[in-house]
């Protein structure tokens, strides 16, 4: 079954044809960093436009990179939500217009549940059960994974996502926006302890999150050292690098120990961080589990992971009707 996957929740506008649910044929991603650079993070009136000038050309590139006509497809995926309404609306339109017209079947899909499916775009997928480490810009969750649709949440963040701080604290620090992969740049730098930030694990025995703590912390390091803090951006970017990773180390492996599986993996944005990546290897090595992390490219937001979780549903037998809407929060499908 070959299927378009179509992803338009934030600020990529993105269109990928995938193969049974594992092969990528193409993966099409118009970023819109520049749109957004100057204002410090995403605006979603901007972002919506861009989606608009954007989704067109995307689909187009991506058949012609796989060297496919329209009538070649079987089926139609794309992100429902959770997202930017106005994002999503673009890519949903387009989506239900496109299948219709082909006469194709087409399925709206969950994005964090397509970020999970990522790890099955690589060459080494985990068996199941899994569990899964998301940290993306918008969401941070660790996930114990039965099936392809089965993914049962374990924990999540009570207020910034993992994703979010980096950007935040990189704003501080005038290192521009988005900010995940400059602290990871940045942070090889500097001294991992010569500036300790605070560790949020709340309870050490459960899976939720907090990440508006470090980053108040860093901004009360930045307010009572004005003069100085810019001599020190390596250490403090390594300083806040060491409190995020740890955390999210520790609750991925303690999940993975809890529910007995032998495989985790770690996806969405900040997965492509390579202190996290290092960091979870190390651990999960000494606890014999196997490490399971995409790629960069299909770290962020990616179309190709779209077509994956699709091919699952729709194998299933699931259509999305006309009359269904995009959604911003998170939902239990
Ligand atoms: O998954 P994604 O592309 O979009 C969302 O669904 O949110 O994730 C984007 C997030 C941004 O916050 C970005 O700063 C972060 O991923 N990110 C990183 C790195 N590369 C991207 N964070 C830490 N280290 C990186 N190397
Ligand atoms: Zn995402």
Redesign the pocket.
């Known amino acids: 079954m070959l299927v378009l996957g179509i992803e338009s929740s934030?600020d990529e506008t993105a269109a990928a044809l995938v193969l049974s649910g594992s092969t990528i044929l193409s993966s099409s991603v118009a970023s819109q960093i520049d749109t957004h650079h100057p204002y410090g993070g995403v605006v979603p009136e901007l972002a919506s436009r861009k989606h608009i000038e954007s989704i067109v050309p995307v689909v187009e590139d991506a058949l012609k990179k796989a060297g496919k006509t329209p009538g070649q497809i079987d089926a139609v995926s794309v992100t429902q939500g959770p997202g930017l309404i106005g994002s999503l609306l673009v890519g949903y339109s387009f989506a239900k217009g496109y299948a219709y017209a082909l006469g194709i079947p087409w399925v709206g899909i969950n994005?964090l549940e397509g970020?999970v499916n990522s790890v099955f775009l690589t060459q080494a997928p985990p068996a199941f059960p899994f569990t899964a480490l998301l940290a993306?810009?918008?969401?941070t969750g660790i996930y114990h994974v039965v099936s392809h649709t089965e993914i049962e949440i374990m924990g999540q963040t009570r207020d910034d996502a993992a994703?979010?701080a980096?950007?935040k604290v990189a704003k501080m620090l005038g290192l521009g926006y988005?900010?995940?992969?400059v602290?990871?740049g940045m942070a090889k730098k500097g001294d991992l302890f010569n500036i300790p930030f605070p560790k949020p694990y709340l309870d050490k025995n459960a899976f939720d999150f907090s990440f508006s703590g470090i980053k108040t912390a860093v901004s009360r390091y930045i307010q009572k050292h004005t003069d100085t803090f810019s001599d020190n951006i390596p250490d403090i970017a390594a300083g806040f690098q060491e409190s995020v990773v740890e955390v999210l180390t520790h609750k991925l492996i303690m999940a993975a120990e809890i529910k007995g599986v032998n495989h985790v993996a770690v996806v969405?944005?900040?997965a492509?961080?390579?202190y996290l990546r290092k960091r979870i290897e190390g651990a999960a090595a000494e606890k014999g589990l196997s490490v399971h992390i995409p790629p960069p490219e299909l770290?962020?937001?990616n179309a190709a992971m779209i077509a994956a979780t699709g091919y699952h549903y729709l194998k299933k037998g699931d259509r999305s009707s006309m009359d269904s809407d995009v959604f911003s929060k998170v939902k239990v499908k």
């Open positions: 934030c994005h970020h993306s810009g918008g969401h994703g979010e980096y950007d988005p900010g995940g992969h602290i990871d969405g944005g900040v492509a961080n390579t770290c962020g937001d």
